[in-house]
């Protein structure tokens, strides 16, 4: 579905992405882990196109990406739910789902989008006139997935959903990801810095480190690498 070769990219003169490869097939669950400033967020940035690397590939379900414009990337079926969620905070609920939904499948699907995403967050339904801002961060996380769903997206892309969240909410955020993947088969794209949640259900992981993938693998080849446990999982 997703494939990337030779990426690079950087920001003034500085590198942030280095020789960056991976892929993502379709209905798996992808994770790309790292610490702070390894280029998570880059990556995703410029897969959206908010970004223009310097060189490389990106190839989605074999067009190349790169040649399509920012905002007509999320139309072919990629939703981005951003880092620090950035919901329209003086939006409602709702009207930040509809926002969502401005996609040709999303409005398309709307009438049955719109029931499961409230059966999967079901705090979005009794907040549902309520202005997004005066959310707490779990319940706008909850409502940033959503919005995302809500595009009808064939790829779905979080960009640490756990970021200055409490521990409880985080796993009750993990949970519903897990849920999304498990029941409707949704291809999904993860970078996260908690690396124990986010390789615990993926099928394939990364690590990215200073820009550069320096280790992939399989859910159990991850999660049994001493590097991995040394490092990351406090093992």
């Not at 067009?63 to 072919?76: F, S």
């Not at 989008?113 to 202005?131: G, M, V, W």
């Amino acid at each position: 579905m997703l494939k990337i070769r030779s990426l690079n990219v950087a920001y003034g003169g500085l590198k942030a992405l280095n020789d960056v490869s991976l892929d993502v097939e379709e209905g798996q669950f992808v994770t790309v882990v790292g610490p702070n400033g390894a280029g998570k967020t880059t990556l995703f940035k410029t897969i959206s196109g908010v970004v223009a690397p310097l060189s490389g590939e990106i190839i989605y379900r074999g067009q190349k990406l790169l040649a399509v414009p920012p905002e007509q990337r999320a139309m072919l079926g990629i939703a981005h739910v951003p880092e620090g969620r950035q919901v329209f905070a003086s939006m409602t609920v709702m009207e930040n789902l509809e926002m969502g939904a401005l996609t040709k499948k999303g409005r398309a699907r709307w009438h049955q989008l719109l029931p499961a995403i409230l059966e999967l967050f079901p705090i979005l339904s009794q907040r549902r006139d309520q202005l997004a801002g005066t959310l707490s961060g779990g319940e706008q996380q909850m409502l940033a997935i959503g919005r995302g769903l809500a595009s009808a997206p064939d790829l779905l892309m979080l960009d640490e959903p756990s970021m200055g969240l409490a521990p409880a909410v985080v796993d009750s955020i993990f949970d519903r990801i897990q849920l999304i993947h498990r029941e409707q088969g949704l291809t999904i794209l993860l970078v996260e810095q908690r690396v124990a949640e986010a390789l615990e259900f993926c099928d394939h992981g990364y690590v990215l480190e200073t820009g550069s993938m320096v280790l992939q693998g399989a859910h159990d080849t991850l999660v049994s690498n001493e590097l991995v446990r040394r490092a990351y999982l406090g093992m």
